[in-house]
């Protein structure tokens, strides 16, 4: 299994030094990520793409960690209920 996390302990606060909110990005196997890249041109920039899997499901945990799994792993991200509506509610942009 692969782990990628940030977690909230590496924050100050709720906006934090290293810019809001943690994540976590977890796989089964190596198999199911296609590709991981850094740096890029740009600087110090980190991508990582793959599958998560067929089936997906969507899950708000304790009102502050949004969950996305499917067959091959997981995303998660810090982020309280009310800031995720308000997102939902404006189409997903914060400006």
């Known amino acids: 299994m692969i782990k990628m ?8 606060n709720k906006a934090g030094r290293f810019g809001g909110h943690a ?6 196997s190596m198999r199911y990520v296609k590709r991981v890249a850094m740096p ?3 600087g110090d920039s980190l991508l990582i793409e793959g599958f998560l899997g067929s089936s997906a499901e969507l899950s708000l945990v ?6 996305i799994r499917g067959d091959n792993g ?3 991200m ?5 800031e995720l509506m308000g997102l939902v509610a404006k189409g997903g942009k914060t400006h």
């Open 5 to 12: 996390e940030m977690g909230s302990h590496m924050s100050e």
């Open 23 to 28: 994540f976590s990005i977890e796989i089964k």
């Open 40 to 42: 890029n041109e740009n």
């Open 62 to 67: 304790e009102g502050v960690m949004l969950e």
């Open 74 to 76: 997981m995303v998660r």
């Open 78 to 82: 810090e982020i309280e209920e009310e």
